[in-house]
C-alpha cells in the first residue's frame, strides 16, 4: 500500500515523524551563526553516544566515507593493519587498507561467528617488535547479525600499544558502546542505521593516541582530513558545506534519543531482537546465528524453512504486507534473510512482521 511501507532492512532504517518535519525545513546557511549553535548541540548529542570526551567529525557520505576517513588519516604505505573479519563489512577495511598500500594481516572466522578475544591475543603476544600499527573491527557485523565483544578485543589492543579502529555503524544507538571506557581509539557510525535519519551523513571520534598516529601520516586524506575537521570543529563549523538539512535532522533525531535515554535504546533494541527471534523459533524457522552470547540485538539473520525460497519470502513480504527485509550479501545471498530492528522499531512494528512473516511461510508452503 502507497506510503505504508515498514523497513526491515538494516539500513536505511524507518525515520520518525519529527525528523521527517525537521528535513522538509529551508536549508539555511552552514557559516551563520545558527547553524552553528545547530552544530554545537549536535556535537554535545553525538559525544553523548559515542560516549567520548574526543571531538566527533561529522561528513557528508555513507559510513563507508568515515571508513576510509579512519584508514586515509593513520596509514602510512607499508604499515601493518590487521584486520579481525567476521562478515563482508570486516572485509572491507582489509580492502580499504591494501588500497592505501598498508600490509594487511587478516584474523577470519566462519561467517556466523564473533571474534574469539584468545585468538587476538596471541596474534598480539607474537608480535614481540610491535610492527602492528593498527587494527580494525566490526562491531555489529550487519551480513551476518553477529556483535563482536568489542570490550576485550579493544582492552587487548590497547595493552599491545596498537590503535583500534572499531565500525560501529549498526551499533552506535542501538547496542552498548563506549568509546572512552573501553579504551576504542577510533569509532565510526553512519546516519540511516541508529541515528533515525535518512543517509547522508558518517561520524567518526578518533582520540588523543590516535591523533599522535594522524600526525605522522604522510599523505592524510583530502575531504577527511581530521586536522582540518579538528580546526574548524573548534570555531562550530566545518570545512567543507555540510549536508545541513540531514544536520538539522540529526539535531531533532538526538533530541528524541536524550528523551528516550541510551540505557532505554540499549533495552528496547534487546527486547525487541529478543521478541522477534523467539516468534522466529516458534515458527519452526532456524536462526542463522543459535549462540545468544553473539546474537546481534539490531539485525537478525533467517534461514528459510524447507522448500520456501529467500527471494519468495522477500517479495511476499513486500508485496502483501509493505514489509521490506534484506537478502542475504555474497555467498549467503538467498541463503538467509536478514530482519532489521535497528533504529526506530517498537514492540509492534516486531509483532506484526512476525505475523506477516508466519502468514507469508504458511502460504508460501502451500
Ligand atoms: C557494519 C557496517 N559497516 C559499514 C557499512 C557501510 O556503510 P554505507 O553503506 O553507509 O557506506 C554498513 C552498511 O550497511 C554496515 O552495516
Request: overall charge neutral; aromatic content about 8%; hydrophobic content about 40%.
Amino acid at each position: 500500500m502507497y506510503d505504508k511501507e515498514f523497513l526491515m532492512i538494516p539500513g536505511p532504517t524507518p525515520v520518525p515523524e519529527r525528523v521527517l518535519l525537521a528535513l522538509a525545513k529551508h536549508p539555511i546557511g552552514h557559516r551563520s551563526k545558527e547553524f552553528s549553535a545547530i552544530l554545537r548541540r549536535v556535537e554535545e548529542g553525538l559525544k553523548w553516544v559515542f560516549q567520548t570526551k574526543s571531538d566527533v567529525h561529522i561528513y557528508t557520505s555513507s559510513g563507508t566515507g568515515a571508513m576510509c576517513s579512519a584508514i586515509g588519516n593513520l596509514v602510512n604505505q607499508g604499515d601493518k593493519v590487521l584486520c579481525l573479519i567476521i562478515g563482508n563489512f570486516g572485509k572491507r577495511w582489509a580492502k580499504i587498507a591494501k588500497m592505501r598500500g598498508a600490509e594487511v594481516i587478516e584474523l577470519e572466522v566462519p561467517y556466523g561467528k564473533a571474534i574469539n578475544p584468545d585468538d587476538l591475543k596471541e596474534i598480539l603476544d607474537k608480535d614481540v617488535n610491535k610492527e602492528i600499527k593498527i587494527v580494525t573491527m566490526t562491531h555489529n557485523e550487519t551480513s551476518t547479525g553477529v556483535t563482536n565483544p568489542v570490550k576485550e578485543l579493544a582492552a587487548l589492543i590497547k595493552n599491545h600499544g596498537a590503535i583500534s579502529v572499531v565500525d560501529g555503524i549498526t551499533s552506535l544507538g542501538a547496542l552498548e558502546c563506549r568509546m572512552d571506557e573501553w579504551g576504542i581509539d577510533v569509532l565510526i557510525s553512519g546516519s540511516q542505521k541508529g541515528f533515525m535519519i535518512p543517509p547522508g551523513l558518517a561520524f567518526l571520534a578518533a582520540n588523543d593516541r590516535a591523533f599522535e598516529v594522524h600526525k605522522k601520516c604522510v599523505y592524510p586524506d583530502f575531504y577527511f582530513n581530521w586536522t582540518d575537521y579538528k580546526k574548524n570543529l573548534e570555531k562550530d563549523t566545518t570545512p567543507w558545506t555540510p549536508a545541513v538539512n540531514l544536520i538539522v535532522a540529526l539535531d531533532s533525531a538526538l533530541e528524541m534519543m536524550k528523551e528516550e535515554g541510551l540505557d532505554n535504546i540499549f533495552a528496547r533494541h534487546k527486547e525487541n531482537a529478543m521478541l522477534l527471534r523467539q516468534g522466529i523459533k516458534d515458527m519452526g524457522l532456524k536462526l542463522f546465528v543459535e549462540d545468544e552470547k553473539i546474537a546481534s540485538y539490531a539485525i537478525t539473520a533467517v534461514l528459510p524453512p524447507e522448500g520456501v525460497s529467500v527471494p519468495d519470502i522477500r517479495k511476499t513480504l513486500k508485496e502483501k504486507y509493505d514489509i521490506t527485509v534484506a537478502n542475504g550479501q555474497n555467498d549467503l545471498k538467498d541463503k538467509i534473510f536478514r530482519m532489521g530492528t535497528l533504529g526506530f522499531v517498537s514492540r509492534r512494528d516486531v509483532l506484526t512482521a512476525l505475523a506477516s512473516l508466519k502468514e507469508t511461510i504458511d502460504e508460501l508452503k502451500k
